[in-house]
């Protein structure tokens, strides 16, 4: 079994650095914030930062006692957090190397761990059926999220950090608000277990993927489903979206990683992100989290006074006509994509059909003469 973790460069043709060093598979990777820090997580119970210029330099933590199954910088790069079988998150300082705190409720496999946007709360997706979101400070459990039917299996703040979304075997999405802990939205659109979920920059798209093979891209905003996209031969087991949400990459159990472009977001959120970055929140309880509110439809559980006190900017009619054509060229863009995709695995099953019937034809042959 191959334990190496491999970074790749997203220009065509550019040269991917090998690091080996785990002593079983490697479970999961996550990038520190500045780039410059690359943790992996391991059957083996260990995380290592490496140095991704420096090829083969890692640091080792006995993490766990069991598969470490998720491992998360925190947003200053201070901290990241581990999940893992045993049953527990664990807190570590990335600088001074060394452990800091474990939190230790949950009651089954830890499938998922992640810090908010400000570092001040962590949530936790468990195969105890539920979610649970903690106070770092105090590392206490501020509240647990029930509402799954069957194991949970991954689980991230949206980009404001006043919502969490989770995945789930029960094929289900669900997207609470962390403030005052309502169920805002619940999506049922997957046919199999829904393995990972990936928000956008704009916090406008969530994408996520299942074990019936699709990605699908979920509008927040109207609480829909835009896409729905087939690549995959069998499950798929993860996808993220670029830091600039130009990208996204998927894998699944075929082996495959696939990079797809973003059609469906007109607005330049890289430049967004260098003019505008999340202010710091001040110090806060888990009961006073800022009063910013998570864009949900109309009717779907937000107050009228809510909705109301949203100002809308006056749209003109070409500028919706605009948008609704580049709407309409995205998803045709997509769609031509996944044809593609289809066209080329329809042509190697019809060359492999081919060269069974001609070794057929030869074994008739052979045994006719």
């Known amino acids: ?24 598979a490697v479970t999961c990777v996550n990038f520190s914030p500045s780039g410059h820090l690359l943790a992996s997580g391991s059957r083996d119970k260990t995380v290592r930062i490496w140095i991704p210029n420096v090829k083969g330099e890692s640091t080792v933590f006995r993490a766990h006692t069991a598969t470490v199954r998720s491992v998360h910088f925190c947003s200053d790069g201070q901290s990241f957090v581990t999940a893992s079988d045993d049953k527990t998150v ?14 230790s409720q949950h009651i089954n496999w830890v499938r998922c761990a992640r810090f908010s946007p400000d570092g001040r709360l962590i949530v936790s997706a468990s195969d105890d059926k539920t979610v649970k979101l903690w106070d770092k400070t105090s590392r206490e459990c501020v509240h647990s999220y ?21 995945a789930g075997m029960d094929n289900t999405v669900k997207v609470w608000d962390v403030r005052t802990h309502r169920l805002l939205q619940h999506y049922q659109l997957h046919s199999a277990a829904v393995n990972a979920l990936s928000f956008h920059p704009s916090g406008n798209y969530l994408l996520t993927a299942s074990s019936d093979s699709t990605l699908k891209i979920l509008d927040l905003m109207e609480g829909r489903l835009l896409y729905t996209l087939h690549g995959h031969q ?22 495959q990683v696939m990079v797809w472009k973003s059609n469906f977001d007109v607005v330049d959120y890289g430049e967004v992100l260098k003019v505008h970055r999340p202010p710091a929140l001040p110090a806060m309880s888990s009961g006073n989290l800022p009063d910013v509110d998570f864009p949900i439809p109309p009717g779907r559980g937000r107050s ?11 749209i003109s009619v070409p500028q919706t006509l605009t948008s609704t054509l580049e709407h309409i060229v995205g998803q045709l863009d997509v769609l031509t994509q996944t044809v593609s995709i289809l066209e ?15 070794n057929q034809q030869l074994i008739m042959q052979r045994t006719t003469s």
């Open 304 to 314: 009228q006074e809510s909705v109301q006190s949203q100002p809308q900017e006056p």
């Open 344 to 358: 080329q695995r329809l042509t190697l099953t019809e060359d492999k059909l081919k060269q069974c019937l001609e």
């Open 1 to 24: 079994m191959d334990s190496c973790l491999m970074v790749w460069h997203m220009k065509p043709q550019s040269r991917a650095y090998r690091f080996a060093g785990h002593k079983d």
């Open 146 to 166: 029930c509402e799954h039917g069957g194991f949970v299996t991954f689980v991230d703040f949206h980009p404001s950090g006043t919502c969490i979304a989770a």
């Open 90 to 103: 664990k807190v570590w300082s990335t600088h001074r190397q060394k452990f800091l705190f474990s939190l």
């Open 234 to 255: 069998g499950p798929a087991t993860t996808v993220a979206f670029s830091r600039t949400g130009e990208y996204f990459a998927s894998g699944g159990s075929d082996e």
